[in-house]
């Protein structure tokens, strides 16, 4: 198991960089090794696919389970574990005490990925909806900021595809936020989050597919996991995170270079 800040060592070491200065993490080097010719990364967040539930609900995700036979690993997210914190700590390498961001409306206090791909005179790209932490947070900070409007993660997957087609970023990190949306509505566990599933697991299928003929090695994992909220009542959240259990704080990663 790997601490998720990880990630950001990672990702710098395969673009030719140091890590973040104020990252104590370390290169995770099955990914590294397996990178060693893909000259883009794409990271795709499956916001809050925890490991309980991929490890319920993977047969219903034929292609991502496919990938996860061949690389598979488990982050552990840091705490308070939620979105914003764990992108952070993705672009950053840091905890909440360095990174200091705790809302998606937050300023790093520390070098991200972003910043050292930037005075390298490379390029980077942040993508979510608008009002979440894909677009607010990374957009922000990145070189080119895809906002996919209040639609779908298909809109997100589409603003993806345009950014790597015409802007060709080496580093883009995008976050599917209807996923945790769903999760929320019906709890983790619920049968009624599969036909989400399903449509993650298609369009993760496809947009791999076309990554890779952009030249791009991509990583995919969650931010943090779910539990189920057992007392909820109708119209009550049913799913949520923040805790540091291992529902809410291990994920599962896999790539493909
Ligand atoms: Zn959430």
Redesign the pocket.
Known sequence: MYPITDIAPTTAAILGFPAPAQSRAKVIAEIFHDFSRSRRIAILVTD?LGLSAWRKWKKTMTFLQSLHHRRSIVLRSIMPSI?PVNFAAMVTGADLAAHGVQTMNSTFACQTVFGIVREAGKKSAGIGLENYTGSNLLGRCADYWGNAGNGSDDDIAEKIIEIATQRSPDYLIAQFGRI?DTF?QYGPSSPSVVPMLRDTDSRLKLLVKQLKQLSYGVIILSDHGQHDVHAAREGDVCGA?GTGSPEDCLVPCTWVS
């Open positions: 809050g979105t945790d929320h995170h």
